[in-house]
T-cell receptor
Framework: KAGVTQTPRYLIKTRGQQVTLSCSPI?????VSWYQQTPGQGLQFLFE???????NKGNFPGRFSGRQFSNSRSEMNVSTLELGDSALYLC????????????FGSGTRLTVV | GENVEQHPSTLSVQEGDSAVIKCTYS??????FPWYKQELGKGPQLIID?????GEKKDQRIAVTLNKTAKHFSLHITETQPEDSAVYFC????????????FGSGTRLSIRP
């Protein structure tokens, strides 16, 4: 079966712009979580969505937002991009809320110049 | 606050030898402890996990141990092979739900031929 699909794989944006990243979970998986991965900070939790509702949120500024659609696909948006937002953004899905064992996508590499 | 510490940050072992990576966590309510392997250009992949009601779990050459009293858990890889070279992350669930997982800072494991 198809894994977690993230698009695009690579993205270059300019400071001040905004960006939208997409994540399609494994078919049947209803919970989607997002992480930011940087060399200095490691894997940082951004948020979790289930049934089109944000259930958990990490310690990121309001410039980071997301949503989930009725088919469980999720998007995250970063507005007013800063150089420090350059990172690998990872999406992970699980079957249900409280289910264990994330399956991660390959990520979107965002570079802000 | 919520924290997972991981040591060492880098580890080099001779092919065929064993590798051990150690983690500690801070949240007493954590009850799920997964380990992930991340290869270059890919997202993290779940390799083994353990729940708080179990002290040890094995899967072929990989084993994980958990000491809930001390809030320690460890990954043991025996008979290491070149394909074991990767970055390994420990993680712990936060609170009583597995819907939020926080990660350690990672261990870069290199297997010397």
């Amino acid at each position: 079966k198809a894994g977690v699909t993230q698009t695009p794989r690579y993205l270059i944006k300019t400071r001040g712009q905004q960006v939208t990243l997409s994540c399609s979970p494994i078919s049947g998986h209803r919970s989607v979580s997002w992480y930011q991965q940087t060399p200095g900070q490691g894997l940082q939790f951004l948020f979790e969505y289930f049934s089109e509702t944000q259930r958990n949120k990490g310690n990121f500024p309001g410039r980071f937002s997301g949503r989930q659609f009725s088919n469980s696909r999720s998007e995250m948006n970063v507005s007013t991009l800063e150089l420090g937002d350059s990172a690998l953004y990872l999406c992970a899905s699980t079957l249900d809320r409280g289910d264990y064992g994330y399956t991660f996508g390959s990520g979107t590499r965002l570079t802000v110049v | 606050g919520e924290n997972v510490e991981q040591h060492p940050s880098t580890l080099s072992v001779q092919e065929g030898d064993s590798a051990v990576i150690k983690c500690t966590y801070s949240d007493s309510a954590s009850n799920y402890f997964p380990w992930y392997k991340q290869e270059l250009g890919k997202g993290p992949q779940l390799i083994i996990d353990i729940r708080s009601n179990v002290g040890e779990k094995k899967d072929q050459r990989i084993a994980v141990t958990l000491n809930k009293t001390a809030k320690h858990f460890s990954l043991h890889i025996t008979e290491t092979q070149p394909e074991d070279s990767a970055v390994y992350f420990c993680a712990a669930s936060i609170g009583s739900s597995a819907s939020k997982i926080i990660f350690g800072s990672g261990t870069r494991l290199s297997i010397r031929p």
